[in-house]
């Protein structure tokens, strides 16, 4: 009985199209494929496969007939071009129980491990002979992460997407200069634990504001972002009481995320994607959902498990708003105004019309 995997599952196969997590098209990737109908190294039509317990059939095969790639998270890319069928590197294959029909991308095994911020197809045809070889019979760590081309963090050297940020790098902070990184804390959420209270905000191009963000910015729902509440105070918001805001919305698609949190000395507001945003926090809430190894690294660094102590090292950077309070118009107004480092404040009516204006001419 033959066994495939590292079958990324997409929405629909289509040509010359962009597949990522953000952008809602890829569902996941799925391991042990099984059948008996692969034991001659080949997937034909009309084949049976099980996924899950469920059988299914192969009803078509294509490959790329020009050029397309995998993104990967750090910025590089891994392309797949027309090949030989005995040994293609990419497969793009649809299947059906007769009632439900899935598409999957499966990468050669020679691609090995690969954590893959977007796929592009370039052009596809059906394979000749309604034939092609198994080309992924090595479970390898394949996983398509959740932000598209990472959140772009300042840091001493320009923006850097938020995964190549390593322990020891500087980061502009909107307090204290730059400050080098002491940890990095990422959760990775299954889709079996992807309930509503966990699936991420996505803020789109000028939902913050005039260019703010200046590209995408996903965070997770209780991640906080730097606005202003009526009296003009720089307050933190949770992500998920800002979904009022035109141009951000919660994403509903049921897929893995990968969160990441960058831990300094002290809780700081830097920028992701040129909006400002909170560090890690070590609050009630968080420490909560910590396992026992991640809180004893917090620990080490902050020196007490509780940010209830009030001193320097455990203060928050700016005030929080609890979620009721945000129901107030005024707080529409980004915050802007930070000496030195950006424009004034706006105008509730000017700073919406200019926000929407941006959104609407997004793609």
């Known amino acids: 009985m033959a066994t495939i995997h590292d079958l990324i599952e997409v929405t629909q196969i289509s040509p010359d199209t962009t597949y990522s997590r953000a952008a809602g098209n890829v569902i996941g990737v799925v391991d042990n494929v099984t059948s008996a109908a692969l034991d001659d190294g080949e997937f034909d039509i009309g084949d049976s496969i099980r996924i899950g317990g469920q059988t299914y059939s192969i009803t078509r095969i294509r490959e790329a007939s020009n050029s397309g790639r995998f993104t990967l998270e750090d910025g590089t890319s891994r392309s797949f071009d027309p090949g030989s069928e005995s040994n293609l590197p990419a497969v793009f294959l649809t299947v059906s129980d007769g009632s439900v029909t899935r598409h999957f991308i499966i990468p050669n095994d020679s691609y090995g491990d690969m954590r893959i911020a977007e796929i592009r197809t370039g052009s596809l045809t059906d394979v000749a002979g309604s034939d092609a070889a198994v080309i992924s019979t090595t479970n390898n760590t394949v996983d398509v992460v959740c932000f598209v081309t990472g959140a772009r963090i300042r840091t001493a050297t320009g923006e850097t997407a938020v995964e190549a940020i390593r322990v020891g790098d500087l980061i502009a902070t909107r307090d204290n200069g730059l400050q080098p990184v002491r940890a990095i804390l990422r959760t990775e959420v299954a889709p079996g634990q992807m309930d ?163 959104c609407g001419a997004m793609p």
């Open 196 to 358: 509503h209270r966990l699936k991420p905000v996505a803020f789109e191009v000028g939902s913050l504001g005039p260019g703010l963000p200046h590209r995408r910015l996903c965070v997770s729902p209780h991640h906080r972002m730097l606005v202003t509440d009526p009296s003009g105070r720089h307050v933190l918001a949770p992500a998920k009481a800002l979904t009022h805001r035109h141009c951000v919305r919660v994403l509903k698609g049921k897929r893995s995320v990968s969160y990441f949190h960058i831990v300094f000395s002290r809780h700081e507001i830097i920028w992701a994607n040129g909006a400002m945003i909170e560090s890690f926090y070590p609050g009630p809430m968080a420490l909560r959902a910590m396992s026992a190894e991640t809180l004893a690294q917090v620990r080490a660094i902050f020196g007490s498990d509780s940010a209830a102590d009030g001193d320097a090292q455990h203060r928050a950077a700016a005030p929080a708003l609890a979620v009721p309070a945000l129901a107030v118009p005024a707080l529409a107004v980004p915050a802007l105004a930070v000496p030195a480092l950006a424009a004034p404040v706006l105008a509730v009516q000017a700073a919406r019309r200019r926000a929407r204006a941006l």
